[in-house]
């Protein structure tokens, strides 16, 4: 992905460097100095160092906005010499101390809740890759049992952030069954990355028409889950509230329920549908990329308070988690990721069940072995679209009635503008719109006309 670049590499067409510590070129090199998976900042690089890398990026980037004149100026003089040059022109020293006093985090002891599937990736392996420890903070990434303990949690102020579903801090937001609290996506977490997985008796009902009277299970109300279920099985003529059951169920009990019957299939993220075909009950009927391709899934999330009274420690925790999504999104780190978020304490599952979902070589569950690299992948930008068409989805299925102003709440939830703003500091290249066109099933949305794209749909909940 083109924000995830490195200023100073005249080689390579701006990429971060391979290692979360940022000192070394690949995970190997880092490996075969550290003997370990853990990767933190080395010792003896200091604070200081590392926000002069910061502004020293941004000051680059300004300078050379575009890629050929900026890496043939640094094959031609080198990246010292180009450091040096810039320097002479620009106060780093002042500028970085600057910086460093006005980014000092208000609170660095965090807590951050997370549900164990590979949606939080980024906001689990940055705990022990280092990701947090490089921003300065210490943070405890604190396994959640469901995603109603998450939002609880975090509206009590037992966590600082959270990993949520990414339509769950619209609903917070707007007082979808409880009092209303302002909250934030400040990153996406991941895109693609789940599926409708069936159980083995159902191997020949390949056809949603062939599925009325099946109960399939989705993790939360508010989940795009939910209303790509929703959305497939419209679709296909059946109508999700009288032609099949579906019932909200933890992401760890999915695979438990489909093995004593209890549902028919669900869609859930890829490891709990990986997890069901290595245990032998259940088979992958399409992945979600197939109904929508680049569609959100999970978000990091964090009350607006929580960005008022500590806005620095805010700025940090989102630098780490964007910082640890480009280290995700590069398919070399895969395996490595799979091997870091494994243990007990973070995901609990086999590597090679997160290594086939990561690296996107997979069973399907039917004899069949699958390629596709983009099975999931991750992009933080939170895109207002994305929350455009989840509000579309809301109101169609009744979670919210009446009149909705989709571009304002889209706007004070999510913060493409201050994760723009945040990017830039990093010395990324977020996008220049906070808005864009995509497609579901061949159906184009247009996030200007939300309402006429609400207006097309046959099946709907009526009012």
């Known amino acids: 992905m083109s924000i995830f670049n490195d200023p100073f590499d005249a080689d390579r067409a701006l990429t971060r460097p391979g290692c979360a510590c940022g000192q070394h070129r690949s995970t190997a090199e880092h490996e075969h100095a550290a003997h370990t998976l853990r990767c933190e900042p080395v010792a003896g690089v200091s604070e200081e160092t590392r926000?002069?890398?910061?502004?020293?990026?941004?000051?680059?980037?300004?300078?050379?906005?575009?890629?050929?004149?900026?890496?043939?100026?640094?094959?031609?003089?080198?990246?010292?010499?180009?450091?040096?040059?810039?320097?002479?022109?620009?106060?780093?020293?002042?500028?970085?101390?600057?910086?460093?006093?006005?980014?000092?985090?208000e609170k660095k002891d965090l807590k951050v809740g997370f549900i164990p599937i590979t949606c939080a990736t980024p906001i689990i392996m940055a705990a022990p890759l280092g990701f947090y420890a490089k921003q300065g903070l210490n943070v405890e990434v604190v396994k959640t049992a469901g995603w109603a303990v998450i939002r609880d949690k975090t509206i009590n102020k037992e966590y600082d952030a959270a990993h949520m579903l990414a339509p769950m801090?619209?609903?917070?937001?707007?007082?979808?069954?409880?009092?209303?609290?302002?909250f934030t996506v400040p990153a996406i977490e991941n895109i693609n990355g789940q599926g409708i997985t069936l159980a083995m008796k159902h191997k020949d009902k390949r056809d949603p028409k062939d599925w009325k009277g099946m109960k399939f299970a989705i993790p939360f109300d508010y989940s795009m889950h939910n209303y790509l279920l929703r959305y497939y099985l419209a679709e296909h003529?059946?109508?999700?509230?009288?032609?099949?059951?579906?019932?909200?169920?933890?992401?760890?009990?999915?695979?438990?329920?489909?093995?004593?019957?209890?549902?028919?299939?669900?869609?859930?993220?890829?490891?709990?549908?990986?997890?069901?075909?290595?245990?032998?009950?259940?088979?992958?009927?399409?992945?979600?990329?197939?109904?929508?391709?680049?569609?959100?899934c999970c978000s990091f999330a964090a009350s607006r308070e929580f960005i008022t009274t500590a806005p620095?420690?805010?700025?940090?925790l989102t630098r780490a988690i964007v910082d640890a999504t480009g280290y995700a999104s590069k398919a070399e780190n895969r395996k490595q990721i799979a091997e870091a978020i494994a243990p007990a304490n973070y995901i609990n599952a086999p590597v090679t069940v997160l290594e086939q979902v990561l690296t996107g070589t997979y069973a399907d569950g039917l004899g069949g072995v699958k390629t596709d690299p983009k099975r999931v992948d991750f992009d933080p930008f939170p895109w207002q679209s994305f929350a455009v068409w989840m509000l579309t989805q809301m109101k169609r299925?009744?979670?919210?009635?009446?009149?909705?102003?989709?571009?304002?709440?889209?706007?004070?939830?999510?913060?493409?503008?201050?994760?723009?703003?945040?990017?830039?500091?990093?010395?990324l290249s977020p996008p220049a719109t906070s808005y864009k066109s995509f497609s579901v099933m061949g159906k184009t949305f247009d996030p200007a006309k939300p309402d006429d794209y609400l207006a097309s749909f046959k099946i709907r909940k009526s009012s």
């Open 51 to 105: 926000y002069e890398g910061i502004v020293a990026s941004a000051v680059m980037r300004a300078v050379f906005p575009q890629d050929n004149a900026r890496r043939a100026f640094l094959k031609s003089v080198g990246a010292a010499t180009a450091l040096a040059a810039l320097s002479e022109f620009f106060p780093l020293k002042t500028a970085t101390e600057a910086f460093a006093d006005a980014g000092a985090p």
């Open 169 to 182: 801090p619209i609903a917070i937001s707007l007082g979808l069954g409880a009092n209303a609290i302002p």
């Open 312 to 316: 620095n420690s805010f700025a940090a």
């Open 397 to 427: 299925w009744g979670q919210i009635k009446g009149d909705v102003d989709y571009k304002a709440v889209a706007e004070q939830v999510y913060l493409a503008t201050d994760t723009r703003k945040v990017m830039a500091e990093m010395g």
């Open 237 to 296: 003529g059946l109508d999700p509230d009288t032609d099949v059951q579906l019932r909200s169920v933890p992401p760890p009990e999915m695979v438990a329920n489909l093995r004593a019957d209890n549902i028919d299939g669900f869609l859930a993220p890829d490891n709990i549908c990986q997890r069901a075909i290595y245990d032998g009950v259940g088979f992958l009927h399409i992945l979600s990329k197939e109904i929508w391709d680049g569609h959100p």
